[in-house]
């Protein structure tokens, strides 16, 4: 099969393959070798005899030989900085797991010994495993090396409520007092510390929530009963005790990022907390003013306490039903729902998260997290959706048939850029997040009459050219009912050069 020019190039390959097979040659040479050679076959397979008249098998070879070899030594390298990258990530985790283990038995002087919480203690270990965990499944990563754990941890907080609600009421809960003889009397203005400053949730900006990341619990004292009724309350209204929903518009981004709501959803909960009767408020700062001053909360209180935590306890219950999965919360940026469903592109749970994580690749635009969408990126992420279009029941049996899961995750240029952004529907080969400007394998399924080099896939093409990696089209065959779909000129030229470098398929179906 073929002319004289393939045939020279064919023999070509058989000759430097069986070079590559003495001993002298070096495994690394061998492998850049191969690698080459394989490269040649498809390169040659797409070419006409007059193409490859114009090239000699050595040049090709030499050029696609030197490819690899720089491809090699940068995988080398970027091995190497992310298996520092790790090592940074574990030293970090161990060490916040000596200041647990240091912070679990505490004695003070001959009065007792305070046992951390359990909550407490399984809530900041869970954060640890959702950090490292986020570390092993980027090591790939172009942003990998450039993250601190600190910084992924602040990032996963942001991202996911469930898990910023267990780390918080795990902060909050008090350690257990096993006391040797009656403690003593606790002054009063560090029952006001530890009450009115260390147990209000959201107090303060989205930045300070890296004090949950590394803070430690600030009780150091057995409350009693009232006392500890004081804390659920606190806990139990992570925004009615603190002042972020006094502060409009800002405050209202701010509580929706920490979390997870949608900003139309705290804006309703802020208009609910600022029609709370004044006596209710009234009656709340009471109680917490005279328990700071040292005095007991009397019953009539409690009662009243209990009505409103009974309320407003849905935070705490939901943080309560993941730790009790196992007591670790899932890895998190999986694009997945409470219920584990995978967010649809388009809906405001999907926006969202997509709005974190472009301000997660980008802190040099946005060194802080703000859940207020920025208008001209909702306009980025609105065209992109609007371009890619809804699913069918073609691309559902296409992917069914290559056992492909649907991807989610949106390709979004970096800000300034003027690329157009896309949704591939299956990415081959690679998980995790996708990052603009790393090559990568994509299936689009397209079962349209006609399909013209417009939006989404036109979009892929010039990323791919650009960025290398390949596109897989899966088009409608002459076996579909509906017959089968005619590419565009336009189209077909941009294709044809793409399989001429072994960077693209178009295959029909069924």
Not at 180 to 202: D, H, K, S, T, Y
Not at 230 to 247: D, I, W
Not at 346 to 371: C, I, M, N, T
């Amino acid at each position: 099969v073929g002319g004289v020019e393939l045939g020279r190039y064919l023999a070509f390959i058989r000759e430097k393959k069986a070079a590559l097979k003495q001993p002298a040659v070096t495994e690394t040479e061998r492998q850049v070798g191969h690698a080459a050679l394989n490269d040649l076959m498809l390169w040659a397979s797409a070419r006409t005899e007059e193409e490859l008249a114009k090239d000699a098998p050595l040049e090709v070879y030499l050029r696609l030989k030197a490819k690899h070899a720089q491809a090699l030594l940068e995988d080398g390298r970027r091995s190497a900085r992310a298996e520092a990258k790790l090592e940074e990530f574990h030293r970090w985790a161990e060490a916040r797991r000596q200041v647990l283990a240091d912070a679990h038995f505490r004695r003070l002087g001959s009065d007792g010994l305070l046992t951390e919480s359990a909550l407490y203690e399984e809530t900041q270990l869970a954060l640890l495993d959702a950090v490292l965990d986020w570390a092993y499944a980027h090591t790939e990563d172009p942003d990998f090396p450039r993250k601190s754990p600190s910084e992924v941890a602040v990032y996963l907080l942001a991202r996911d409520s469930l898990l910023a609600s267990a780390v918080e009421a795990g902060r909050f809960a008090p350690p257990a007092w096993d006391p040797a003889r009656e403690p003593p009397a606790i002054p009063p203005e560090e029952v006001v510390l530890e009450i009115a400053l260390g147990l209000l949730p959201v107090t303060g900006e989205v930045g300070d929530i890296s004090g949950v990341v590394l803070g430690r619990s600030l009780l150091g004292y057995p409350l009693t009963d009232g006392e500890r009724l004081l804390c659920a309350v606190s806990v139990a209204l992570p925004v009615v005790s603190g002042r972020l929903l006094s502060e409009g518009a800002q405050g209202a981004e701010r509580v929706a990022l920490l979390t997870g709501r949608s900003l139309r959803e705290v804006q309703v909960l802020q208009r609910v907390v600022q029609h709370l009767s004044p006596q209710e408020a009234q009656e709340l700062r009471r109680v917490l003013r005279a328990a700071g001053r040292g005095e007991a909360v009397s019953a009539e209180d409690v009662e009243r306490l209990r009505a409103l935590a009974k309320r407003l306890e849905a935070p705490l219950a939901e943080a309560g039903r993941v730790l009790a999965r196992g007591k670790r919360v899932a890895l998190v940026g999986s694009r997945a729902t409470a219920e584990g469903a995978r967010l649809v592109p388009g809906s405001a749970e999907h926006l969202a998260q997509a709005w974190v994580d472009y301000q997660f690749r980008h802190p040099g635009k946005y060194p802080r997290f703000s859940y207020a969408v920025d208008p001209e990126w909702e306009r980025l992420y609105r065209t992109v959706i609007q371009n890619k279009g809804a699913g069918s029941a073609f691309e559902q049996s296409v992917l069914q048939s290559r056992k492909l899961p649907k991807n989610t995750d949106l390709l979004l240029p970096p800000p300034g850029s003027k690329a157009q952004g896309f949704v591939p529907d299956a990415v081959t080969g690679h998980k995790g997040d996708l990052v603009w400007g790393s090559p990568y394998d994509f299936v689009e399924v397209k079962g349209r009459a006609e399909l013209a080099l417009t939006g989404n896939l036109k979009a892929m093409i010039q990323y791919v050219q650009k960025y290398g990696g390949s596109i897989e089209l899966w088009i409608r065959s002459a076996k579909h009912p509906e017959g089968a779909t005619r590419l565009t000129g336009p189209l077909t030229e941009e294709l044809n050069d793409l399989v001429k470098e072994g960077q693209a398929a178009v295959r029909p179906f069924p």
